[in-house]
Nanobody
Framework: VQLQASGGGLVQAGGSLTLSCVGSAFTLDRRVIGWFRQAPGKEREGVSCISNSGVSTAYLDSVKGRFTISRDNAKNTVYLQMNSLKPEDTAVYYC?????????????????????WGMGTLVTVSS
């Protein structure tokens, strides 16, 4: 496994969690990284993505203002800070990396734009 997401868990509505995506024997610093989620019975959707430099970010409309993506290239890690969590945020969250050299503008939140996927981490938000 080249990408590992962690930090999921059970939290009450209104609470916070921080997810981490670590590259194992895999350098993240020159790749666009995205966070995705998939709830039971639903399609996988893009939650947030970040450019290789960290300057550009994008968010799913429903998480804007609540989630923040960031990266620490020195630690080979990308984070997703999730605040004001809602029951509808419950899902398995995945991080993914685009191929080296793929531009941020061509990648976005489309899951098909990402080539490397890690195992997910479950986030459960209780009401």
């Amino acid at each position: 496994v080249q990408l590992q997401a962690s930090g999921g868990g059970l939290v009450q509505a209104g609470g916070s969690l921080t997810l981490s995506c670590v590259g194992s024997a895999f350098t993240l610093d020159r790749r666009v990284i995205g966070w995705f989620r998939q709830a039971p019975g639903k399609e996988r959707e893009g939650v947030s993505c970040i450019s290789n430099s960290g300057v550009s970010t994008a968010y799913l409309d429903s998480v804007k203002g609540r989630f923040t993506i960031s990266r620490d290239n020195a630690k080979n890690t990308v984070y997703l800070q999730m605040n004001s969590l809602k029951p509808e945020d419950t899902a398995v969250y995945y991080c993914a990396a685009a191929r080296y050299g793929r531009s941020y503008s061509d990648t976005g939140l489309n899951p098909t734009s990402y080539y490397y996927w890690g195992m997910g981490t479950l986030v459960t938000v209780s009401s």
